[in-house]
């Protein structure tokens, strides 16, 4: 397949996919916005023509019927009135005759949409008033003048047929109002039939551009999507020879050949890949032994190179015992230079081999109480402890998955360069303080001591590199690095608190433990905890 030719798409047109659902989207929207217009002119129409029926229409006609009774209470308290002579009656005609106002009002208001009913409205309300005019207020009058009932009788039968007159022109009114009803409900049900109607089309051509858009859709972008999902898939199980064939919108086709062009870059990279992976498990089998070689001769080096240094060691005090009476002050310095070059040589290659140990000859994690490693690390420094005249405390330690070796050896140099780097005018404190994170444990390990200047907080975890003269402060420097590898192998992180002030602060974090796991066997061969022979750099607190 290397080197095929990239195919051609083959398309039915220029239209995109997007170009299509943009089509398609916009007739939708017009015919949304077209049915949306439609239905809120239907609508409009509707809510008017119930409004008017019941906001102006209903109240009409219960007003007129009001008003009617306005007219009756009159004739009511007029009668009673001659009758009686009681004031309180004519008190009550007065009254009737401003709820008359007050509704002849009203109705002028509601009805003045409606001029044929607002004619009928008026006329009725001049024959009132002329009644009023004519009879009942001269009525009223002779009453109070001393009229007796007897002598207002003929008056008051007169009075009766323009009053009866007055209240056929209100029924004439409700008549009216009775027509216009009639008409406006008729007129609702029309405007909520065409309501109902133009919806029910509306509703009709959406579910149909709805169901066209979906078979268009399926057939111009869904389908072609479809036989190339499962022409990837075919070449996805292993059929990597597999050609795909472009198709569909120009999109689609494009992606089709693209997809066709990843493919045979696949291939390609799949064949160069079987090529270099013989040569590469090659060069691991090499690699492996090479490791090995060189393991074994990190370890045979390390054990040659010390007899040698012994050797020096020895001879040269040997000299020193033998010929010391021959020997001056300058001769015997000579000697002691030696003897210190050949120690430290010792100790390096002693902390060279404990640096190059971490995570490759220790290996026993399992569950441990950091409590208990603590008070070993303490034991073994116990008698720099009582010299330093030391204080340490300490939280409550967790129970942690590692290895105990590596862990003692943690807490041993950060306790052993407190206890070392104390200061001259105070007795050495340390705290060891922990906190439970929601994945993790917290550690710190706070001292009293000289301090650490916060440039310096990436070098002291640095091999071998010292802040101090030898001559101050004994050490090979390799004590915080040692440190800082167990740390990482467990998983965690070990830093400076660069703002802590009064005196050094390490801080490092430890994983809290999983699901118990079956514990690992010990590596041949492994050494014994920090402080036991074969050891020393262990015991040797980091220099600064």
């Known amino acids: 397949m290397t080197g095929s030719a990239t195919p051609e798409p083959r398309t039915g047109g220029t239209m995109t996919t997007r170009r299509w659902l943009s089509v398609m989207l916009l007739a939708m929207s017009l015919l949304v916005a077209v049915g949306g217009a439609v239905g809120a002119a239907v609508l409009t129409h509707t809510a008017n023509v119930s409004d008017r029926l019941a906001d102006r229409i209903a109240p009409a006609r219960t007003t007129v019927g009001l008003l009617d009774s306005a007219l009756l209470s009159q004739v009511a308290a007029l009668r009673g009135y001659v009758v009686t002579g009681d004031p309180r009656l004519a008190d009550s005609y007065r009254r009737g005759v401003e709820e008359q106002q007050r509704l002849q009002a009203r109705l002028r208001t509601l009805l ?9 409205l008026e006329r009725a309300g001049r024959l009132v008033d002329r009644w009023r005019a004519e009879h009942a207020d001269a009525i009223f009058a002779a009453r109070a003048g001393g009229a007796s009932a007897e002598q207002l009788a003929p008056q ?10 007055a209240r056929s022109a209100l029924v004439g009114v409700v008549g009216e109002l009775d027509q216009v009803r009639d008409a406006g409900r008729a007129d609702l049900a029309r405007a909520r039939g065409l309501r109902d109607l133009t919806f029910v089309t509306i509703l009709a051509a959406l579910l149909l551009s709805g169901v066209a858009g979906s078979v268009l859709v399926r057939v111009t972008v869904l389908r072609p999507l479809e036989r190339l999902g499962a022409e990837v898939r075919r070449v996805a199980a292993g059929d990597f020879h597999h050609r795909l064939r472009p198709g569909g919108p120009a999109d689609v086709a494009r992606l089709t050949s693209d997809v066709e062009t990843m493919r045979q870059r ?44 012994r050797k020096v060691a020895s001879f040269c005090q040997m000299l020193q015992r033998r010929y010391a009476d021959q020997l001056d002050d300058r001769a ?4 002691d230079f030696a003897v210190d070059g050949a120690t430290r040589m010792q100790e390096l290659i002693n902390d060279l081999l404990t640096f190059s140990r971490i995570g490759r000859v220790y290996g026993d994690l ?11 690390a303490e034991a073994n420094l116990s008698r720099a402890v009582e010299e330093a005249g030391a204080t340490i405390t300490s939280d409550p330690l967790p129970v942690v998955r590692g290895d105990p070796t590596l862990l003692t050896m943690l807490w041993q140099n950060l306790l052993g360069n407190a206890v070392k780097f104390r200061h001259p005018e105070r ?6 303080a922990v906190r439970e994170d929601a994945e993790q444990w917290s550690f710190t390990v706070t001292d009293n001591g000289i301090g650490i200047d916060p440039r310096f907080a990436d070098k002291i975890f640095v091999i071998f590199q010292r802040l101090h003269p030898r001559s101050a402060y004994p050490g090979t420097g390799i004590g915080l690095a040692v ?25 490092f974090t430890l994983p809290r433990p999983a699901v118990a796991e079956p514990e690992q066997a010990a590596v041949p061969g492994q050494a014994g905890p920090p402080g036991q022979a074969g050891e020393p750099a262990a015991t040797e607190p980091a220099a600064r």
């Open 427 to 432: 007795a050495p404190v340390v705290d060891v």
């Open 366 to 376: 399992r569950e441990v109480d950091l409590t208990g490693l603590l008070a070993q």
């Open 156 to 165: 008051v039968g007169r009075a009766v047929v323009p009053f009866e007159a």
């Open 483 to 507: 440190c800082k590898k167990i740390v990482e192998y467990h998983g965690g992180a070990l830093v400076l608190d660069e703002a802590y002030t009064g005196g050094a602060r390490f801080r």
């Open 112 to 120: 003045a949409d409606e001029p044929a009913t607002l004619r009928e």
């Open 332 to 335: 015997r310095q000579y000697i």
């Open 266 to 309: 696949v291939v390609d990279a799949l064949e160069r890949s079987q090529r270099d992976r013989a040569a590469l498990e090659q060069q691991a089998a090499e690699l492996r032994r090479s490791n090995e070689d060189l393991e074994q001769f990190a370890y045979v080096a390390s054990h040659d190179l010390q007899e040698p240094l």
